[in-house]
């Protein structure tokens, strides 16, 4: 009889709540260590250990119990990981792999060694030093924490020497990054799943449109990119996955720069399944959540061919309407080929609560998509739908 076989999550947000559906349809186990016993992931999964994943004892508990340790956020402190992997746990990806999408300086060190396109940037102690930095690059900078920061925070973006004061506060011993304030026209973003043994594919390079820094819109492919850009892009994400070591699903998140070098700058790794990534549950041949289960397995990885010409992904955040199964009849009514992701949280405004993923009918323009995921959302988050304001 052969045993599946059992793959945990640290972490018990939507994203481990959306390898569920996948696992399961392998036949494998999910287990996950979640934060506390109502966060997302637990209603999804047969079993859930509740504990802190900044804790020795209950990682390594929950880590006996398992055959592969991956990740639903990058929070794990990494020196914990190292430790588990000298005692022979598997972890996928490594400490070290990982650590890339941790430490935003030790992502921009790696990025340059490689010769990838870099906005300038640079490590710094003090507003002496960022001055001096601004002084060459230009104002605006940006300033950003290395370690914890995501949808905007721990990113402070200084206009001129008068803001200096305002980033006094941030400098408490340890060294910040600094980086020019990029001119770009648009964000693109370019999933990679590689397996321990070598094999790597990509999704086509998708158009991330954010609100308030938080992604409220993802369009597959990314309209009217040059292919030769959209070429450069896979070549570096691919270059970034096996360089780095990476193991199952990475995001690697891109700045947009017409006319200038190869026409992108890289922003920043994720190394877990990915926001910009939710379309592939819909659009695509083989979803990422189900990828980064056979990546982290080392399984032959699926293909990633799109089933439709474009795919929207629709951010659905919390907002005045709290009941959301109440708003479903409507929602669905509204757009019967549009795929409904809730995540089982409360409501709260801003935060991530679902999404929407809308697929082109043969010869349906980008802006009709665009305007089907927006509605259904807006009825989800709102009760009702908003105008019609998309176009191509």
């Not at 504990?51 to 929950?62: H, M, P, V």
């Not at 700045?255 to 190394?271: C, D, K, Q, R």
Request: hydrophobic letters at 45%; charged letters at 20%; a negative charge.
């Amino acid at each position: 009889m052969v045993t599946f076989p059992v793959i945990g999550v640290v972490g018990g947000g939507q994203l481990a709540r959306m390898m569920s559906g996948p696992a399961t349809e392998l036949g494998l186990e999910l287990r996950v260590l979640a934060e506390g016993p109502d966060v997302s992931a637990v209603a999804a999964v047969a079993r859930a250990e509740i504990g802190d994943y900044r804790n020795r004892d209950a990682l390594r508990s929950f880590a006996a119990g398992v055959d592969v340790v991956t990740f639903d956020h990058e929070h794990v402190p990494g020196e914990l990981l190292e430790e588990l992997a000298r005692e022979g746990v598997v972890i996928h990806p490594s400490p070290a792999a990982l650590l890339h999408a941790q430490d935003k300086l030790v992502m921009r060190r790696a990025v340059e060694e490689l010769g990838l396109p870099n906005p300038r940037w640079r490590a710094v102690s003090g507003t002496a030093e960022l001055a001096a930095f601004a002084a060459e690059s230009g104002w605006p900078v940006v300033l950003k924490t290395p370690r914890g920061g995501y949808d905007g925070k721990g990113v402070l973006v200084l206009r001129d020497e008068e803001a200096l004061t305002a980033a006094e506060p941030w400098f408490t011993g340890g060294e910040l990054l600094v980086e020019q304030f990029v001119p770009f026209s648009r964000e693109l973003s370019v999933l990679v799943a590689r397996r321990p043994s070598g094999e790597a594919v990509t999704w086509p390079v998708v158009e991330s449109i954010q609100v308030d820094s938080v992604c409220d819109e993802v369009l597959a492919p990314a309209p009217h990119l040059p292919r030769g850009v959209a070429d450069a892009v896979t070549r570096a994400a691919l270059q970034l996955a096996e360089q780095l070591g990476v193991t199952g699903v990475m995001a690697v998140e891109l700045f947009e720069t017409p006319g200038t070098g190869p026409g992108f700058l890289v922003n920043e790794l994720a190394m877990r399944p990915h926001n910009s990534g939710h379309w592939t549950m819909d659009g695509s041949l083989t979803g990422q959540f189900e990828q980064h289960l056979r990546a982290v397995l080392d399984l032959p990885l699926g293909s990633t061919d799109t089933v439709a010409e474009h795919t929207v992904m629709k951010n659905v955040l919390g907002g005045k309407n709290t009941d959301i199964y109440a708003a479903y009849a409507s929602a669905l009514s509204s757009g019967p080929s549009a795929k409904v992701h809730f995540y089982g949280k409360g409501v709260r405004p801003g935060r991530k609560i679902g999404h929407v993923n809308a697929l082109a009918s043969p010869g349906e323009p980008l802006a009709s998509v665009r305007q089907r995921a927006t509605t259904v959302a807006a009825i989800l988050r709102d009760g009702t739908a908003p105008p019609s304001t998309h176009q191509d």
